[in-house]
């Protein structure tokens, strides 16, 4: 079993910037892909970003050229580095594992990190 933690998340500004990171347990990180994903009050989990254990990214629309996600394989660690902040992007944030999927929907991921709320104030 793996587990993923949250170790970061935080309040920001409108345009400011913030770095999630997500800590893999066990000796096998390079094996899975990481999907971030996100959710407000009253709204439905929203895909956010993917990373392949290569490194090949898939980003959601609303996010596509301010966020990056990346890994550490070799320190066990996704991050997801959120730049030009909007209050839409306001939400509870889970990073999650899969070792078999790769895409955008979240009942491919097999193991979630415990979220983390970011707020971004207007």
């Known amino acids: 079993e793996v587990s993923c933690r949250r170790l970061g998340g935080g309040l920001v500004q409108t345009g400011g910037s913030l770095r999630l990171s997500c800590a893999i347990a066990?000796?096998?990180?390079?094996?899975?892909?990481m999907g971030w994903f996100r959710q407000s009050p009253g709204k439905e989990r929203e895909f956010v970003a993917h990373?392949?254990?290569?490194?090949?990214?898939i980003y959601a629309d609303s996010v596509r050229g301010r966020f990056t996600a990346s890994r550490n394989n070799a320190g066990n660690t996704a991050y997801l580095q959120m730049d030009s902040l909007k209050p839409e992007d306001t939400a509870v944030y889970y990073c999650?594992?899969?070792?078999?999927?790769?895409?955008?929907?979240?009942?491919?991921?097999?193991?979630w990190g415990q979220g983390t709320q970011v707020t971004v104030s207007s």
């Open positions: 990373v392949a254990w290569g490194g090949q990214t």
């Open positions: 999650a594992a899969s070792d078999y999927y790769s895409g955008t929907s979240a009942a491919g991921y097999d193991y």
């Open positions: 066990g000796p096998n990180f390079s094996k899975y892909a």
